[in-house]
């Protein structure tokens, strides 16, 4: 009786064939899991910040109410009520800014009390080119934003049109000038602040996001990292 047996030629055919396969669903595979790390731990810092922020209210009051210009907002109003942390402060882009370091292995940045940039991996983050400035030191674009690090405000005191969606609110993904709270505004194009590719500051991106439930939407323009 003969034994049935492949040859070297359909051997090597089909690994080739498997190859191939793998070639083109790896990258994808990757990048699914990639998002859903990002996905975990933006929705983990918005929850972390803003049961800080109600442990914080109860020493201090109301937050709307706080210290804006105290010299070491961060340290009187946040970091006695985030555990597992440590705060490092640096210079850059607006002068005095820190770096609070998670134990998961993320970054947030805080600039100027208001504005803060999460990494969700902390070996992305670079003092010296997270955002990218001209000559003179004015800010010109945020390159990895929506990618690398991810754009959060809090700014619960500013009563005004351009903040509608942060007075009274606690640490939210940046919305600072959006006229209407929808895919279609967030992502639109010809405004520098949208989650676009042809954005130049992309810090609406976060806010895109959590409109789609902390979800990184199928159509999102950008590969995170």
């Not at 009390?113 to 670079?126: E, I, L, R, T």
């Not at 959590?210 to 979800?215: D, E, M, R, V």
Request: a positive charge.
């Amino acid at each position: 009786m003969t034994k049935q047996a492949f040859t070297l030629a359909e051997v090597l055919i089909t690994l080739g064939i498997i190859g191939v396969v793998a070639t083109m669903t790896l990258p994808a595979l990757i990048q699914t899991n990639k998002n859903a790390e990002v996905e975990v731990k933006l929705k983990k810092v918005y929850s972390v910040m803003n049961q800080a922020i109600l442990r914080s209210e109860i020493d201090n009051g109301p937050k709307e109410y706080w210290n804006f210009s105290d010299a070491n907002f961060f340290d009187k109003y946040f970091a006695p009520y985030l555990q597992e942390v440590s705060v490092k402060k640096f210079q850059s882009f607006g002068g005095q800014n820190m770096a609070v370091y998670f134990s998961d292995g993320s970054v947030l940045v805080g600039k100027q009390v208001y504005d803060y940039f999460y990494f969700p991996n902390a070996k992305n983050f670079d003092a010296e080119s997270f955002a990218t400035t001209s000559e003179t030191g004015s800010l010109m674009g945020r390159k990895d934003c929506g990618i690398t690090y991810f754009a959060f405000q809090f700014a619960p005191a500013w009563n005004d049109t351009q903040h509608k969606y942060h007075y009274k609110k606690g640490f939210e993904p940046y919305k600072a000038a959006l006229d209407e709270l929808s895919k279609e505004a967030l992502s639109a194009d010809g405004n520098s602040y949208s989650c676009n590719k042809n954005s130049s500051v992309k810090v609406w991106c976060t806010a895109l996001i959590q409109l789609n439930g902390w979800k990184i939407p199928k159509d999102y323009p950008f590969k995170v990292k």
